[in-house]
């Protein structure tokens, strides 16, 4: 009797030792104040409520940030007389859950428009937990609609999401600058910051060129999203393929209209719906775009927006029209800041410039390697100018020379780091003495060939969120300490 009293102990005890936890998660997860909210992610329960309160037909355009970026539903509501929701956030997020979460609100006598980016993370299952989280505090509600195959990762990701929570705890939310944040976005979820200009360093982003070839389809994410189709059309919806803008500076060198055709027609063959659209109305100039090889500009917007709608009436309304209003030239670069300072002064030479190797490209360097003199160097910094011109960029293996390097600091100056740039054996430290991310582009590969204790410094708590929650770089979070 005694050994049975025992062991109903121990089971209770282990009960409660397991249940703990999970109560302390939860009440974490509920009591202390949204992290996030402030955040590009902060505008998924946005997007997610006016999908689900939307009761008249409407047209569901679904992606990742191209389609934030790209569209402006209110042309496209007064051109077909549809309702637009505008379902397309982040490409970090993952496509299938923008799928998942939409699932549910699709209803007979819709029009869903899938347009994710036509890369291999965005053709697959990929699902991003700690992005997941950071977007579903806004509304904990959309925890439900999550594919029950992602609970596993939710869970898994579940810590890491509640340290960074409650280390925010009585301070102020994270709040970005830039075009990064929630209220970037208008009422039906598109970007409605301000872009008058490409602002990339070579009007492409030379980290992730677009290469279109059916092996960037996942076969399991083609199944999925097969099947996704078959369910929505039989709730009496209509669905369509859309290619997303590119960048034509991006494509891969080996590119042909051949290849494109192929391609188009690959795609037609593996997919339940109808491809509404011509890729080469996608690949758009260079001029129309804004910060990556996906992302548009205000006149680029106008121009995609323009041929979407006109591919969607004639898909699914019956209207052959074509694009029929005027369209904007491409604004192309912005204006180089004008000089400052009296005409003839001489320019103060940047103390780090004798320890870098250059290239010049418009009147800008890269750097592409390092001297003698830094070889055995512990420590260095990147110029701000080289021989009176601004280096903005710093190239791959650019410190493959350096043989001690251990601390580099990066300034307000640079523009670019290229992917593999940070291949070094001894480097230790990047310190980013700078507040503002979306000003320096980096690729996900930034790390290729850099040690794996590599560690990104920042030098104030506004610099820290800003960097740990940026487009480009919130990918690199866990790399991230401050200084």
Not at 61 to 87: C, L, R
Not at 342 to 361: H, I, L, M, N, R
Request: glycine share 8%.
């Amino acid at each position: 009797m005694k050994k049975t009293r025992n062991n109903w102990l121990r089971l209770i005890c282990f009960a409660l030792a397991a249940l703990i936890p999970a109560v302390l998660a939860l009440t974490a997860l509920l009591a202390v104040p949204p992290v996030y909210g402030e955040t590009f992610l902060g505008e998924l329960a946005d997007k997610y409520a006016r999908l689900r309160d939307c009761e008249e037909p409407k047209i569901v355009i679904i992606g990742g940030s191209s389609v934030a970026f790209g569209i402006d539903s209110a042309a496209i509501e007064e051109k077909t007389g549809y309702k637009v929701v505008n379902f397309g956030l982040y490409a970090t997020l993952g496509t299938k859950i923008m799928l998942d979460l939409s699932e549910r609100s699709i209803r007979k006598g819709d029009i869903v428009i899938l347009a994710p980016e036509l890369d291999k993370q965005t053709l697959s299952l990929y699902f991003n937990a700690t992005s997941a989280w950071q977007g579903l505090e806004g509304d904990l509600s959309m925890l439900f609609r999550v594919g029950s195959d992602n609970w596993g990762d939710l869970l898994a990701g579940l810590p890491n999401y509640l340290y960074e929570k409650i280390s925010h705890w009585g301070k102020e939310p994270l709040s970005p600058d830039g075009v990064y944040r929630h209220d970037s976005f208008n009422e039906y979820g598109d970007i409605s910051y301000p872009r008058p200009y490409n602002v990339m360093t070579f009007q492409f982003d030379k980290n992730n060129s677009i290469r279109l070839i059916p092996e960037i389809f996942d076969g399991d994410f083609v199944d999925y999203l097969n099947d996704y189709i078959d369910r929505v059309k039989r709730k009496g919806a209509q669905v369509g393929f859309t290619y997303c803008p590119m960048d034509a500076a991006a494509l891969a060198a080996n590119t042909t209209d051949e290849s494109i055709q192929a391609f188009h027609d690959y795609v037609c063959s593996i997919l339940h719906c109808q491809v509404i659209s011509d890729p080469a109305n996608s690949i758009m100039d260079k001029g129309y775009f804004f910060d990556t090889n996906y992302h548009l500009n205000d006149a680029g917007v106008k121009v995609h927006t323009a041929y979407l709608t006109a591919d969607i009436l004639a898909a699914f309304l019956g209207r052959t029209d074509g694009v029929t209003e005027e369209l904007p030239p491409p604004p192309g670069k912005r204006p180089a800041a004008a000089p400052t300072g009296e005409a003839g002064t001489q320019k103060e030479q940047d103390p780090w410039e004798k320890y870098f190797v250059y290239s010049d490209f418009g009147g800008q360097l890269m750097i592409t390697g390092t001297t003698d003199e830094a070889r055995y160097a512990t420590e260095l910094e990147l110029p701000a100018t080289a021989d009176g011109k601004p280096v903005a960029v710093l190239g791959k293996g650019a410190l493959s020379g350096c043989r001690a390097l251990r601390e580099l600091t990066v300034g307000e100056t640079l523009t670019a780091i290229e992917d593999g740039a940070l291949a070094c054996p001894t480097l230790l430290s990047v310190s980013l003495r700078r507040e503002n991310a979306d000003t320096l582009e980096v690729g996900k590969n930034l790390f290729d060939g850099a040690p794996d204790e590599l560690k990104l410094l920042l030098y104030t708590q506004t610099s820290y969120d800003n960097f740990s929650s940026g487009y480009w770089w919130s990918v690199h979070a866990e790399r991230m300490r401050m200084e």
